[in-house]
């Protein structure tokens, strides 16, 4: 069974940086980051395959840095900055072991456990 655990989560004021990392029990291809508030669809943050091909929403573009352990690639990052208060939400971690790794949450198999990102303005 894969596991995944998230970890990095918190409170900041805006304009400030936080990094989520997740790590993951097995290699997967795909690692991607969604996030969620409440009452609204789960949405796609960034994804990155292996070490390359990141895709990022474009609320989150230019602000948000999706990475990968580079000895392993079995941990994967989620670097947050310039943060704003619209970014505040529940970020999950996904994975899956083949590509595309595109940000639609219905391909994804394997979550992480959500960790809670509030900024305040």
């Known amino acids: 069974q894969v596991q995944l655990v998230e970890s990095g989560g918190g409170s900041v004021q805006a304009g400030g940086s936080l990094r989520l990392s997740c790590a993951t029990s097995?290699?997967?291809?795909?690692v991607a980051w969604f996030r969620q508030v409440p009452g609204k669809e789960r949405e796609g943050v960034a994804s990155l395959e292996y070490y390359q091909y990141p895709r990022y929403a474009a609320s989150v573009k230019g602000r948000f840095t999706a990475s990968r352990d580079t000895t392993t690639a079995n941990t994967g990052y989620l670097e947050m900055d310039s943060l704003k208060p619209e970014d505040t939400a529940t970020y999950y971690c996904?994975?899956?072991?083949?590509?595309?790794?595109?940000?639609?949450?219905?391909?994804?198999?394997?979550w992480g456990q959500g960790t809670q990102v509030t900024v305040s303005s």
């Open positions: 097995t290699n997967m291809r795909c």
């Open positions: 996904a994975a899956r072991p083949q590509g595309p790794c595109v940000l639609s949450a219905g391909l994804y198999d394997y």
